[in-house]
């Protein structure tokens, strides 16, 4: 009953998070300042004599002291102290693995004290039974098609965060119905004696009765379906990693993939550009680079500090013809804290895809995943180049705990933290003129404001209400989770 109990807890978090936001945001550390008031010279060295680690129950200690660059027996001038304590905390928070995470110093005398740091881990499994209609409700779906579960996506998603203690991630899912999926992955960021070099594999099977084939000129996805299963796709994966400077990593993958679509579908009036090919099958591999930087509070959600990645993809073994391509992605984030409990940030993007006569499925750009304008949710532009830039101004409000109902000992109480936000987005996104939309090849625009909402798991609740240079305007509801 106590392993349900967790389970049912974890689901109500994330559930209430579809409202909320944490108290990891801002840093703090208590007891410094015991000896900032004293009257000795900011240049007095102190010597870390211990560095307890408690309340890690699953996590590894020696995968939490990977992270903290100060070790036993080294000394810190005091100007420094405060910043190299808020460096323990923010990279121990940011391996993803603890709710919680408070730094202490103790047994503080003329020339040296020790350092705690206690940790509250999160619930690392969660086991999600899926059961999902395509009808508009329950009532249609009885009424009109007699529950028929072919209209029906159901199954499980396992994952497992933390699987042996040592940051290692393991997904499995199986669902059947409307779509038919069958994967498994599994990451091992720290797998060797160093603990600097990491690897995964994946692999899936991928059925879709619908999925988008095209994008129409008003920019709005195009969904192909009759009826049938008229999309598979197979993959298996191998992935390497390299993560010896704490704040940068490395990632090497590649990927093979068999793709297959209905013969109807690459011939009009459909999309004779979805493959580029006369082919309604394309086997091919990714191979990828990916550079990864992060120096910030919070990785998922950061108020301070500096977050940037590169990442380098060819598709396929030629360079052009079929889903042949190479692109290089880039972004480069920074985050201030500004007075008075306001922060702002900007956020730059840009890719680019060679050649420019590529398939359709190598076209993504804008509105895909989290690169969009903040007001443009709702397209998608196409492109084998595209500039983004996000800007924001916010202010923290206020942060309130509520009852946890579950009477967990752990997590009495939830924390909330509210924020009030400003935005403006910029975007460019370049196509051919055979491939030209209505917001293709024109500079983009939008601004508004809202609300984010912080709780347990990172997850964040944005409440947006957006103008964009259609004249449309509109309230945006969007969750991002650390999960």
Known sequence: MGLFKKIFQCCFFCLI?????????????????????????????????????????????????????????????????????????????????????????????????????????????????????????????????????????????????????RRDLLRVTFLNGFTRNVSFSYFKPLSNKELTQGFSVASGYLENKEFIYNTSYDNKPMHFNNGDFSRKNVSMGLGFSFHKNILKTHYFNITYNYLNVIDSLIKEPYNPNYFNSTASSQKFFDFSYTYQYINANNAVYPLKGVTASLKITKRGLDFTGGVNMFSVEA?????????????????????????????????????????????????????VAFGLVRSTIKRKLFTINLFNIFKSKKYPTIPFTFFAKTYTDFGYAYNKKMYETNLSNKFLYTGGFGIDIYTLYDVTLRLEYSFNQLGKNGLFLQAQSGL
Do not use: C
């Open 331 to 383: 972004a480069y984030n920074k985050y201030w804290p500004l007075k008075s409990d306001w922060y702002a940030s900007v956020q730059l993007s840009a890719k680019t895809t060679l050649p420019f006569t590529t398939a359709y499925i190598n076209q993504k750009a804008l509105g895909y995943n989290d690169v969009n304008l903040r007001g443009l949710e709702l397209y998608v532009v196409d492109g």
């Open 17 to 165: 998070a579809a409202t909320a936001t944490a108290q990891n945001i801002d840093v703090s550390v208590t007891e410094a300042d015991k000896l900032y008031s004293s009257t000795r010279d900011s240049a007095s060295k102190f010597l870390v004599k211990n560095i307890n680690i408690y309340g890690n129950k699953k996590t590894r200690e020696n995968i939490i002291r990977r992270e903290i660059q100060i070790n036993a027996g080294d000394s810190i001038v005091l100007s420094s102290l405060n910043d190299e304590l808020q460096k323990v905390r923010q990279q121990v928070y940011n391996i993803n693995l603890f709710n919680e995470v408070k730094v202490e110093l103790v047994n503080i005398d003329n020339s040296s004290f020790d350092i705690n740091i206690s940790l509250k881990e999160r619930w690392y499994i969660f086991p999600l039974l899926k059961f999902q209609l395509i009808d508009r409700n329950i009532n249609e779906w009885i009424q009109k098609y007699d529950a028929d579960l072919s209209r029906v996506v159901y199954g499980i998603k396992f994952t497992h965060y933390n699987l042996t203690g």
